[in-house]
């Protein structure tokens, strides 16, 4: 029973930081119909961007939140103005082609920059903190992850939901040409997306250092967490990912209780049921 | 204020508006009216920059706005209320309207915010409602009182009763002739000529494409022939 509790609250825990990473994914597809499949290495260079900020300047990776943001939020702007902007109202294939190549390219980037080690912060500051609530213990990282991953998905969903801005961008993507009698221009309200997206991902970045090692695919097993989410939640719901990403970490933490090699498969499963039963997602529309 | 010259325009490769000339004054009403497939939807897409003209100017306020996206016409203050609503279903009633005043003051859309509820009181009842759970007529008040939040300059109407009852087909007419009253200038798209003609100060009539008669709209209504080849009254 306490082993229960304790993988219970431990996927809540990793589930909020799925959370984040999926809430980018969400925000893109929902608002431009566009699958980004380099998301994860958004996410990839977040770590780094944390990882550096300590080798270089000594800053603990919840120091380095901000930059890790600002950074990956630039690169985000990068990605839509040189690449993905371009090619939008072709066909979905380009589309695909085109976030492909820049996941194949920024791996690739990576590991040319960086070599294929993995590159990880000793002894962070979150680490030295632990607590113990009855018979279960939850360690300082993993408290601070999901604390600072809640925070920030509920930052995007207030933006999106709450305020002018965030309305704009949602109307941009329900209806463009409608938006656009509004005067709002939909490719700002697209570029804003991929610099929110950026932001989510950057700070996810640097959360994770604060038990995971940063390498050229360290994204990957986080953001195919983030596509059950997105599906899970349904697509382009925010709400939704919020709330699947800690359903996604309760069933791979109690399925890893009993069957540690299968928790990915449990994740996977759940898709599956989902997308059975429910193929919208717990909230989306379509 | 508004003045279309030699407009040509291509619609999904088809041929769909062949040299138009069109002018509508400061303050006045002017209904464009013809059969389905005239090209009266595509001029006033071709006038708010949705649709991109192949040849010809339109030229707005002294300005030449052939060819800008639709956001810059529409900041400019000529705003199109298009067919089929295309209100934003997701958002509510207010959320709606407010969108319409996206590039104003928080303190002018207030003003403009409580003059649409004047207009519209039952809007003000639905202000937090989905817009897209509403019924036709009331989703056409939104997509009216969302095109008047910006405060318009020129406001084009595409078929506002375009499948809405009778009862709010009169309503909508009424606000118009109120709007009117207020001094916007407006280009009108509708399929109800009676009532077009009867608000209207002047008329154009289109066919395939092309102005093939206009003048005051009290004359064309009375003008039999008019009634019988063009509006098939």
């Known amino acids: 029973m306490t082993d229960l509790l304790q993988s219970v609250v431990n996927g809540l825990l990793i589930g909020a930081v799925f959370a984040l990473v999926a809430v980018g994914l969400t925000l893109i597809y929902g608002v431009m119909d566009v699958i980004n499949f380099a998301h994860g290495e958004m996410v990839m260079l977040g770590m780094y961007t944390s990882f550096f900020a300590w080798s270089l300047l000594g800053l603990d990776p919840l120091l380095s939140i901000p930059l890790a943001g600002v950074s990956i939020a630039l690169t985000g702007a990068l990605m839509y103005f040189g690449a993905v902007g371009r090619v939008l109202g072709r066909s979905p294939l380009a589309q695909v082609i085109v976030t492909f190549g820049l996941q194949v390219f920024l791996r690739g980037l990576a590991q ?39 925070l920030a998905t509920g930052a995007v969903a207030y933006f999106m939901n709450r305020t002018r801005l965030g309305g704009a961008v949602r109307a941009a993507g329900e209806d463009p040409a409608a938006a656009s009698l509004m005067g709002i221009d939909p490719r700002k309200m697209y570029a804003l997306c991929w610099v929110i997206a950026g932001l989510a991902t950057g700070v996810a970045g640097a959360l ?36 699947a990403g800690l359903l996604v970490g309760v069933a791979q933490g109690v399925v890893g209780l009993y069957a540690p090699s299968y928790t990915l498969a449990a994740a996977l499963a759940l898709y599956l049921v989902v997308v059975l039963v429910r193929p919208q997602g717990l909230l989306g529309t379509r | 204020m508004l003045t279309v010259r030699d407009l040509h325009v291509d619609y999904a ?38 649709h991109r003209p192949v040849r010809g100017t339109v030229t707005f306020l002294d300005e030449d706005v052939s060819g800008l996206p639709a956001y810059r016409i529409a900041r400019r203050g000529a705003v199109l209320v298009p067919e089929g609503r295309r209100l934003f279903g997701h958002q509510t009633v207010v959320q709606n309207l407010l969108l319409g005043g996206y590039h104003r003051t928080a303190a002018e859309r207030e003003a403009e915010l409580a003059r649409v509820y004047e207009l519209f009181p039952v809007l003000a009842e639905r202000s937090g409602q989905r ?24 406001l084009m109407l595409d078929e506002p009763s375009l499948g809405i009852s009778p009862k709010f087909t009169k309503m ?62």
Request: proline share 4%; net charge neutral; hydrophobic share 50%.
């Open chain 1, 112 to 150: 040319f920059l960086w070599t294929p080690n993995t590159r990880t912060v000793p002894r962070p500051w979150a680490a030295g903190l632990r607590w113990e609530i009855g018979p279960v213990v939850i360690g300082g990282p993993q408290v601070i992850m999901a604390v600072g991953a809640l």
């Open chain 2, 172 to 233: 909508i007419f009424e606000v118009l002739a109120e709007i009117r009253r207020a001094g916007t200038t407006m280009l009108l798209v509708e399929q109800n000529l009676r009532a077009a003609l009867e608000l209207a100060d002047r008329a154009y009539v289109l066919q395939t494409g092309e102005v093939v008669m206009s003048g005051p709209a009290d004359e064309l209504a009375a003008s039999d022939e008019v009634r019988r080849s063009y509006l098939g009254l």
């Open chain 2, 131 to 154: 817009a897209g759970t509403l019924s036709g007529g009331e989703q056409q008040m939104v997509a009216l009182g969302r095109a008047l939040m910006s405060r318009p300059k020129l």
């Open chain 2, 13 to 50: 490769g088809v041929v769909a508006l062949r040299g138009v000339d069109l002018r509508v004054g400061a303050g006045e009403l002017v209904a464009l009216v013809g059969a389905n497939g005239a090209g009266k939807s595509t001029l006033l897409a071709a006038v708010s920059g949705l």
């Open chain 1, 208 to 243: 994770l250092m604060n038990s995971y090692s940063a390498s050229p695919t360290a994204g990957v097993s986080f953001v195919l967490m983030a596509f059950v989410v997105v599906a899970f939640g349904g697509f382009g719901s925010i709400t939704g990912a919020a709330l």
